[in-house]
């Protein structure tokens, strides 16, 4: 489905397919690879991947780094660490927040035009699907809204039920 004259497209699939010009990956503070998105990636992109962020000395919280794609279609993997879920009352709000402006700031930077984002902490990390979804579409829209740079957005979910928590949330934020 397609939102904000569309800017912005909610898909259902794998990430490690996408043509765009950045997918971000949803990593650690390690950026040394893991499971979940990060794991696809890494095998995905091969193993110049884990050289070049072996040698970023990792990322804090909220933060993002980028690195180029290597053997994945798209041109750049941009790292963002999501929060790990304690509640809601450690900040993890804003921290996620922050993965999505950080991630698409960085973007603009490097003259990323076309970027994926997956759904960033509601997998291992634990972050609430629909809590997330609404932090997720809210920082994208108010990023697109402020800049031009960025031609189009895509949050590729991974399965049918996340799709329908972004297309339901996506209708009721988006229009
Ligand atoms: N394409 C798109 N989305 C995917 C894919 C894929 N190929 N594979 C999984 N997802 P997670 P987190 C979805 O656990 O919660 C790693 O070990 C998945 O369904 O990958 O931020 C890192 O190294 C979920 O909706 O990331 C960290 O240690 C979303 O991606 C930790 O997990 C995020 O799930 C990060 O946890």
């Known amino acids: ?9 909610i898909i259902e699939g794998d990430i490690t397919k996408l043509e765009v010009d950045a997918i971000v990956n949803a990593a650690n503070r390690s950026l040394l690879g893991g499971g979940g998105v990060d794991g696809a990636i890494h095998r995905a992109a091969g193993p110049r991947l884990l050289e070049e962020t ?14 180029a794609g290597y053997d994945l279609p798209a041109g750049h993997v941009i790292h963002t660490v999501g929060p790990v879920w304690h509640g809601g009352r450690s900040d993890e709000d804003r921290l996620l ?3 999505y402006r950080n991630s698409l700031a960085l973007a603009v930077e490097n003259g990323v035009k076309t970027i994926a984002f997956p759904s960033i902490s509601t997998g291992v990390y634990g972050f609430p699907m629909e809590r997330a979804t609404r932090i997720a579409l809210g920082e994208i829209k108010e990023f697109l809204a ?4 960025i031609e189009r957005v895509i949050c590729c979910t ?11 949330v996506a209708s009721e934020l988006l229009g």
């Open 1 to 9: 489905m397609e939102y904000l004259e569309g800017r912005l497209e």
């Open 54 to 67: 072996r040698a970023l000395g990792g990322c804090e919280t909220g933060e993002a780094k980028i690195t």
């Open 97 to 99: 927040a922050d993965c």
């Open 146 to 149: 402020g800049a031009d740079a």
């Open 158 to 168: 991974f399965g049918r039920k996340d799709y329908e928590v972004y297309t339901r």
